[in-house]
């Protein structure tokens, strides 16, 4: 399993992204994906998670109501739509996959992408 994330920029307060995670190989319909994330400093924090098929979604409570996740199977993607972009939010975001259950914990993914830079000016 490999993944590449992208989209990831320079924004001001209020302002929307949307990151892409590419999943290399032809396993992509296996995998439940999850979206992390890591400011300076602190700890890897889940985001957003999204289970195979995309019947099953979960965000933390400081993204609720702003962020999406979506998948196109298609395309062996994975999107974080990122709307009313906060200082807050800046932080490296990490796209992950697993083979079994949505889970919010970071240990429980085997597989990582190398990280986009999202940074969101006051």
């Known amino acids: 399993v490999h993944l590449v994330e992208s989209g990831g920029g320079l924004v001001q307060t209020g302002d929307s992204l949307r990151l892409s995670c590419v999943e290399g190989?032809?396993?992509?319909?296996?995998?439940?994906m999850g979206w992390f994330r890591q400011a300076p400093g602190k700890e890897r924090e889940f985001v957003t998670s999204i289970n195979w098929n995309g019947t099953i979604t979960d965000y933390a409570d400081s993204v609720k109501g702003r962020f999406t996740i979506s998948r196109d199977g298609a395309k062996n993607t994975v999107f974080l739509h990122m709307n009313n972009l906060k200082p807050e939010d800046t932080a490296v975001y990490y796209c992950?996959?697993?083979?079994?259950?949505?889970?919010?914990?970071?240990?429980?993914?085997?597989?990582w992408g190398q990280g986009t830079q999202v940074t969101v000016a006051s």
């Open positions: 190989g032809r396993t992509f319909g296996n995998y439940d």
């Open positions: 992950a996959a697993r083979a079994l259950s949505v889970s919010r914990r970071r240990d429980d993914y085997a597989y």
